[in-house]
């Protein structure tokens, strides 16, 4: 009778155990690649301007320049390429987020002027972004196809641990009737 009793407690102790601990915490939402390709192009285009500015100074702006290129391990080539990459990238940002403030603006006047936009203010703003994303999709292709896909894949282990863009949840909210 005593082992049995022994084992019963032993099996009970170790479901009450299990009760008692809390669920592992949720993995965070991971983010998606172009935005971080986006902190990428960023960063090199703030780094670049870092330089520019030592070099008005006459002071050494190597340092500067080097910093993307030490990070990733990339070569003269491979620094330069992304470099040309992030400037062209910027140039076309520029332009969408110009079309996407008008098709933001457009869709609040609407909202303000009836309660809601209309379905093809809705498609326009969709539309812009949807622009954003190809953008960053093309440039990313663009450095891929430059460096090789085996070079890619290592030049993106080292970029996604590096960035430092982090992902968050935004709290949902509900409207008032």
């Known amino acids: 009778m005593l082992p049995r009793t022994v084992l019963v407690l032993l099996l009970a102790g170790f479901g009450f155990q299990s009760l008692c601990q809390t669920a592992p915490a949720a993995a965070p939402p991971q983010v998606p690649y172009v935005i971080v390709y986006e902190g990428l192009f960023h960063k090199v285009l703030f780094l670049e301007g870092v330089a520019a500015k030592l070099d008005a100074k006459g002071k050494d702006s190597s340092g500067a ?86 070079r890619f894949s290592v030049i993106d282990a080292a970029v996604q641990p590096t960035s430092t863009v982090k992902a968050m949840t935004m709290p949902t909210f509900t409207t008032q009737p």
């Open 65 to 150: 320049r080097a910093v993307i290129q030490n990070m990733l391990s990339l070569t003269s080539n491979e620094a330069a390429t992304l470099k040309a990459l992030a400037a062209q990238w910027q140039t076309q940002m520029t332009a969408n987020q110009a079309a996407t403030a008008a098709a933001f603006q457009a869709a609040q006047k609407q909202i303000v002027a009836s309660g809601a936009a209309t379905a093809a203010q809705l498609q326009a703003v969709q539309a812009v972004r949807n622009q954003r994303w190809a953008l960053d999709t093309a440039h990313i292709q663009q450095l891929q196809a430059a460096v090789g896909s085996a």
